[in-house]
Structure formats: structure tokens, C-alpha cells
């Protein structure tokens, strides 16, 4: 079996990546609110307001979970730093 290999950058990335992610879910309110002409049809628009209104128990809690693999993800990040720091100063 091959060795992890895991490098800052991608846990970087994938932090950014969730961050921006955070964002997008947390704001969908306010890009309904944008794109509301965008639909034309007063039907359509109408059914994306319920749809973001009826799906906010949803979202809440999938905002939750990714505040909770960015925390996860930020933790990896400091605990690789602090031992790659460890293993140079004894090595």
C-alpha cells in the first residue's frame, strides 16, 4: 500500500475551496434576490423563491457540516506544520 502523501497546498486549496463553498450557501438569499429578473417568467421566480425559502433547514445544516470539515481541515493543516517543525529541529 502506498504512503499518504498529503502536501500543504492541497489542504490550502481545499480550505479556500470550503471556505468559498461556506459563502456561496450562506448568500444563496441574496443571489435569488439578484437573479429574480433573470427568470422572466413570474411562475419561475416564484418557485425559486420557495425553493431557497422551503430549503433552509437544509442548508443550515449543510453549512454547519462544512464548517465542520474546514475546522477539520484547518486542524490537519497546524498539526502537519507543527510536527514537520518538530521532526526538522530533532532530525
Not at 27 to 50: F, N, Q, Y
Not at 59 to 81: D, P, Q, W, Y
Amino acid at each position: 500500500m502506498a504512503d499518504l502523501k498529503v502536501t500543504d497546498q492541497v489542504l490550502a486549496d481545499a480550505e479556500r475551496l470550503l471556505s468559498k463553498l461556506h459563502f456561496e450557501f450562506k448568500t444563496i438569499k441574496a443571489h435569488r434576490d439578484e437573479l429574480h429578473d433573470i427568470w422572466g417568467s413570474p411562475a419561475v421566480a416564484g418557485a425559486m423563491d420557495s425553493f431557497v425559502n422551503n430549503w433552509a433547514w437544509y442548508r443550515k445544516k449543510l453549512l454547519s457540516g462544512i464548517e465542520s470539515v474546514g475546522g477539520l481541515v484547518g486542524a490537519a493543516r497546524e498539526t502537519f506544520k507543527r510536527t514537520d517543525e518538530h521532526l526538522a529541529k530533532s532530525g
